[in-house]
């Protein structure tokens, strides 16, 4: 049935509302709003509640709308659909009367739900309900992203598409980019107006396939989507010396030119000019750099070099600089003419200037005078066509407190010294140094170190510029190998004064020894004593630090440990328990308190009870009777008696 005989209004607004309940609600909530009976070219969905329309209108369970109308498929191409029908522009599902806007190449268009049976460029898809995980088989534009640029095949395909791929155009072009293509069949070219079916190569995997190109290999152009998307894609322009990578991008204006640099030959600088992927690799055999400009480039053209070697980015060149013009048919300042001289002077009054038909010759001259602009050489000649300067200029004043030079345009030059050694004046307490070009005697500090005069016992320092020899007394002075006498100077000479410090006798078995009257005094015996049983205690005089604890001479004597168990007996220097000795040990008898019982000692120093401690009662108790504190206490009162 059509739109007009589905029935009441009552049911189509159950109908609707049953729709706008499901995932599928953002489509079909237009059913329930209006429910009204006015008209609708009638279309065909298959749905049923919950699941995904089929593309060959099956449903799959007992619910089928397939009487459900949709929006009108939209009129004849050559006029322009109605704001909200198939095809019209739109923004948002809602500018739309089928609640359905898709994405095409010209920008966002109307579209409706499918079975199979979308207008021509349009193809019937399966896609995600937005804001669910449900989806529907609407009519999407089949050549949605047709000559966009791309990067890679997904960049041209739709949700539920796969078979476009990114082609490379202009192989032969400079490699103009890459651009979607769209899959077709090469038997019916059902491909737009203005492309053809062609094979391609898929640049991911390397198979043949057949895409949509622009015809007679004409370039793609940029629709509205990819302006709107700014959409690029890379690629290259090509010369002998490289191939370099740019972009070319969708904009307004149209599709740019390529971004991308012309190959150049290598350099040394730090720029990958060749665009092979290396920087500064150029040959070292044919690179050429420039030099470094100087008096003679008249024209301010550099000579060139050759390149020996690039450090980062920075060319090490080596050749010869410009030089002044001369007959040799040589550019010699690099001006780009040869022999542009007017006459072959070289202004050198050691060489003989002349040209012939060879060039400008200049005859070396020796031994003629001539001036070599320095005040300090004597009678210059010329030697070999080269000025030499003759003797030097004696400047030595004989002055230790003047530095003497010579300055090439004044002469000789005498300059004031400081800090400089001047003669000795023999005496150890003064410095001997100029002071402003004089030489000065100045006294060294008191207290300075002097000549030594071999005492021991004397200060050698200088006094106001005198060395002089004073008594050091209270400094100590040579050892006299006795501990019990003080080494020290007193009155310029070295005394040993007794002393009563504590001192070594030499005897291990004695300590507290005492000086007294120069001599080392015995002091009390050692005693040693290191607090145990096993051991017997002694003093050895021969033995480091005396004291000497013996364990075998009183190995298996008695002893006393602490416990329970305190009868011991020696072995190895530990004093172990004796066993089976009697002895008493507490046993816990209740709740309360514990008792002493008669017990045995075992050989690790525990006593084991041999006897039960004594048993009590509770006269009459007919359940549970403890003691607590030596009193009897009967627990009828808790435990039930029969």
């Known amino acids: 049935m059509n739109?007009?005989?589905?029935?009441?209004?009552?049911?189509?607004?159950?109908?609707?509302?049953?729709?706008?309940?499901?995932?599928?609600?953002?489509?079909?909530?237009v059913l329930g709003a209006g429910c009204s009976n006015s008209p609708a070219t009638q279309g065909q969905v298959v749905y049923a509640a919950g699941q995904d329309?089929?593309?060959?209108?099956?449903?799959?369970?007992?619910?089928?709308?397939?009487?459900?109308?949709?929006?009108?498929?939209?009129?004849?191409a050559d006029v322009p659909p109605l704001p909200g029908a198939f095809g019209a522009p739109c923004e948002t599902q809602n500018d739309c009367d089928s609640q359905i806007c898709v994405d095409s190449a010209a920008g966002k268009v109307c579209s409706?739900?499918?079975?199979?049976d979308c207008p021509t460029g349009f193809s019937c898809l399966q896609e995600l309900v937005p804001g669910s995980s449900d989806t529907i088989y609407i009519c999407v534009p089949k050549w949605k992203h047709l000559c966009?640029?791309?990067?890679?095949?997904?960049?041209?395909?739709a949700d539920g598409e796969s078979k476009n791929i990114c082609v490379l155009h202009g192989k032969t072009k400079n490699n103009l980019g890459s651009f979607c293509g769209a899959s077709c069949n090469p038997m019916t070219n059902d491909c737009p107006g203005g492309y053809v079916c062609e094979t391609q190569t898929d640049q991911a995997s390397g198979s043949a396939t057949n895409q949509c190109v622009p015809a007679n290999g004409g370039e793609c152009t940029c629709s509205a989507s990819s302006v709107g998307l700014s959409l690029?894609?890379?690629?290259?322009?090509q010369n002998s010396y490289g191939s370099c990578l740019g972009k070319r991008t969708c904009l307004i204006s149209g599709l740019s030119m390529c971004s991308a640099v012309a190959a150049a030959p290598e350099e040394c600088d730090g720029i990958d000019n060749d665009c092979n992927g290396f920087t500064d690799d150029f040959d070292t055999n044919s690179a050429t750099c420039?030099?470094?400009?100087?008096?003679?480039?008249?024209?301010?053209?550099?000579?060139?070099g050759k390149l020996v070697a690039c450090v980062n980015g920075k060319p090490d060149c080596q050749g010869a600089p410009a030089t002044p013009e001369i007959c040799n048919q040589l550019d010699d300042n690099c001006d780009g003419i040869t022999d542009n001289v007017k006459e072959c002077d070289d202004l050198d009054p050691c060489t003989n200037d002349t040209c012939d038909a060879a060039g400008c010759q200049h005859k070396p001259l020796n031994g003629t005078p001539c001036d070599d602009s320095n005040v300090c050489t004597q009678q210059s000649k010329c030697l070999s066509g080269i000025c030499t300067g003759g003797d030097q200029l004696n400047c030595d004043d004989k002055d230790p407190c003047t530095t003497d030079s010579c300055d090439p345009f004044t002469g000789c030059v005498h300059t004031p010294a400081s800090d400089a050694v001047c003669p000795d004046d023999g005496n150890q307490c003064t410095q001997d140094?100029?002071?402003?070009?004089?030489?000065?005697?100045i006294q060294v500090s008191d207290g300075a170190a002097c000549v030594d005069d071999g005492q021991a016992c004397t200060a050698d320092v200088c006094m106001n510029g005198i060395c002089k020899h004073n008594p050091a007394d209270g400094v100590p002075c040579a050892d006299d190998g006795n501990a019990c006498t003080d080494d020290v100077c007193q009155a310029g000479g070295c005394v040993h004064k007794n002393n009563s410090g504590p001192c070594e006798d030499g005897n291990a078995c004695t300590e507290g020894d005492v000086c007294a009257n120069g001599n080392c005094l015995k002091g009390t015996d050692k005693q040693c004593n290191d607090g145990n049983d096993c051991t017997k205690d002694s003093c050895n005089p021969n033995v480091s630090g005396g004291c000497v604890y013996d364990s075998s001479s009183v190995n298996g004597g008695p002893c006393t440990k602490g416990g329970e168990c305190p009868t011991g007996h020696c072995s190895a220097g530990s004093c172990l328990s004796?066993?089976?000795?009697?002895?008493?040990?507490?046993?816990?008898?209740?709740?309360?308190?514990?008792?002493?019982?008669?017990?045995?000692?075992?050989s690790n120093g525990s006593c084991v009870a041999t006897s039960a401690p004594q048993s009590y009662a509770c006269p009459g108790c007919k359940s549970v009777c403890i003691k607590c504190y030596s009193i009897p206490v009967c627990l009828d009162f808790i435990f039930s008696t029969p």
Not at 8 to 25: E, P, Q, V, Y
Not at 112 to 116: E, I, P, T
Not at 433 to 441: A, E, Q, V
């Open 148 to 157: 966009e640029p791309c990067s890679a095949n997904k960049d041209c395909n």
């Open 290 to 304: 420039s030099l470094p400009l100087n008096e003679f480039n008249v024209v301010g053209m550099p000579c060139k």
């Open 578 to 602: 004796v066993p089976n000795v009697t002895c008493k040990t507490s046993v816990k008898v209740d709740l309360c308190g514990s008792v002493d019982v008669a017990g045995v000692c075992t």
């Open 3 to 29: 739109r007009g005989e589905m029935g009441s209004i009552d049911d189509r607004c159950r109908l609707g509302k049953f729709l706008a309940a499901s995932a599928l609600a953002a489509f079909w909530a």
């Open 232 to 237: 690029e894609t890379t690629c290259a322009t």
């Open 112 to 116: 409706r739900a499918c079975n199979g």
């Open 53 to 76: 329309a089929t593309p060959d209108g099956t449903p799959d369970n007992a619910y089928d709308f397939s009487d459900v109308p949709v929006a009108d498929p939209g009129p004849a």
């Open 433 to 441: 140094l100029c002071k402003d070009g004089t030489c000065s005697h």
